[in-house]
């Protein structure tokens, strides 16, 4: 009998997968930039209002995974909602997402390392190949010691960074300044809006999870899970923002590693030393969880017969490993190549157009099926639909514009450019590959047919379709 994979993840797990997989160290540059627009308590107003948004894509993912509780996830609910190569396409793009952020994430860590032991950024690799090497062999230990790592790892990362801006602000004091400063060149409206789109992909990559669709106890513990990881991180986004809002100068919120001058404003050297080791397990929530979802996903993809099937395969431990080795190989490439070029903000602004596409169509897949599927079984229902998937639609394809053409606050072709190729690439795979593999997977599974009548699933859940 066939490995499958086993339901081992409970809610503490789903909800540190989700954290974790928005927490990357990337995030202390995005509360960083933040400040660049508002200073003071207009910050987490900028942190609430994106979060309020968020919720649009935590309803339409929580009712998309209720109708479709499968590995699959975004594929499958694209497939059901529009043209199925128009779905692919943007599938194997999306793909790209999870590895971006990784590789992004790596070069963020080895600045940080660099910055704090001294050497050269190469020397600085070898720390990532290392963290890289141990969240590769944690995922192939199978879901449930990769899940007890990753709430460790995700659940100290959250708590240490708040806990160290809380003794920042007892030991110094907290003001509310009584006229808010605005860091941005634009007027008060303007900033805060920027801000508050800079705050969306604070929250990005959370709904990864519902890859794990298939692995965890309950169903309908992907949406508590969602919607708890989005509490969280609004808390401890909020956290960072007025922290080095009221701590750090401009000049060392420019860094990469503005986390570490507000450790050291708010315990010293010993804050230093603390905020460098959470640093580092940021790459392990973030690498960890991104090998947990993303491996699935491929896993799914390679199942239907659209990858090559070595990616379906399974070890003893039910991992698919061919998957989980890809990710990690293709992320080390990308982080060597942006140790070289340096241009980890292009690749963090593709990442943002890619989510925020993906944020659109999720709007509009929620929308679509409820005209197309309306009798199919949903354990979740967003609420009015009619209003918020257009919304939802509207805003993140105006975020996704914005990304596609802007680094750093000024503007580029580049992520667009990359974007756009990604796109092509994948459309290329689909109309000239994926129908050859498409026909060799069907000749296999007609063969085995003949040969061995196949039982009825004990599992119906597993299938695709969710029937």
Not at 397 to 417: D, E, G, K, Q, Y
Request: hydrophobic content about 55%; charged content about 10%; proline content about 4%.
């Amino acid at each position: 009998m066939a490995i499958q994979l086993r339901r081992m993840l409970g809610l503490r797990t789903i909800v540190s997968t989700s954290a974790g997989l928005a927490f990357a160290a990337m995030e202390y540059n995005i509360a960083a930039g933040l400040v660049g627009y508002v200073r003071g308590s207009d910050v987490w107003i900028a942190t609430l209002v994106a979060g309020v948004i968020v919720l649009i894509v935590w309803a339409s993912f929580s009712e998309l995974n209720g109708m479709f509780p499968t590995a699959a996830a975004i594929r499958l609910y694209m497939e059901k909602a529009m043209d199925k190569r128009i779905a692919f396409t943007i599938t194997f793009a999306y793909m790209l997402t999870i590895i971006l952020v990784i590789a992004a994430d790596a070069f963020v860590i080895g600045s940080s390392m660099t910055f704090f032991f001294g050497g050269s950024q190469w020397g600085a690799s070898l720390y990532i190949l290392v963290i890289l090497g141990l969240a590769t062999y944690v995922n192939l230990r199978g879901i449930k010691v990769a899940g007890w790592i990753q709430d460790i790892a995700t659940y100290t990362v959250l708590l240490v960074t708040v806990a160290i801006v809380l003794i920042g602000f007892l030991r110094h004091g907290f003001t509310v300044p009584a006229n808010v400063h605005l860091g941005g060149s634009g007027g008060h409206v303007q900033n805060l809006f920027e801000a508050v789109a800079l705050a969306v992909f604070g929250y990005s990559a959370f709904e990864w999870v519902t890859t794990s669709a298939e692995e965890v106890r309950s169903p309908e513990l992907i949406p508590k899970g969602m919607l708890l990881a989005l509490g969280m991180l609004f808390i401890v986004f909020s956290a960072i923002s007025i922290g080095m809002s009221h701590f750090l100068t401009p000049a060392e919120l420019a860094t990469p590693y503005p986390q570490l001058f507000l450790a050291e404003r708010c315990l010293g050297s010993t804050g230093i030393l603390i905020m460098m080791v959470v640093t580092a397990l940021t790459a392990v929530n973030t690498f960890n969880g991104g090998f947990i979802t993303a491996s699935r996903f491929i896993y799914a993809t390679a199942r239907e017969g659209n990858l090559p099937t070595m990616f379906s395969s399974m070890n003893r431990h039910a991992v698919p490993y061919v998957a989980v080795w890809t990710l990690s190989l293709s992320s080390l490439v990308v982080a060597v190549i942006l140790a070289l070029t340096g241009g980890w903000q292009v690749l963090v602004a593709v990442g943002a157009v890619l989510e925020t596409m993906i944020y659109a169509v999720a709007c509009y897949s929620v929308w679509k099926l409820r005209k197309r599927l309306p009798n199919q079984a949903r354990p979740f229902r967003a609420p009015a639909v009619r209003f918020i998937a257009p919304f939802g639609i509207a805003v993140f394809t105006v975020l996704a514009v914005v990304a596609a053409v802007t680094v750093n606050n000024r503007v580029s072709i580049w992520p667009l450019s990359i974007t756009l190729a990604g796109l092509a690439f994948s459309a290329v795979y689909v109309i000239l590959v994926m129908p050859k593999l498409r026909r060799k997977y069907e000749a296999q599974q007609a063969s085995r047919r003949r040969r061995r009548p196949q039982p009825a699933s004990p599992n119906p859940i597993l299938t695709d379709d969710g029937k």
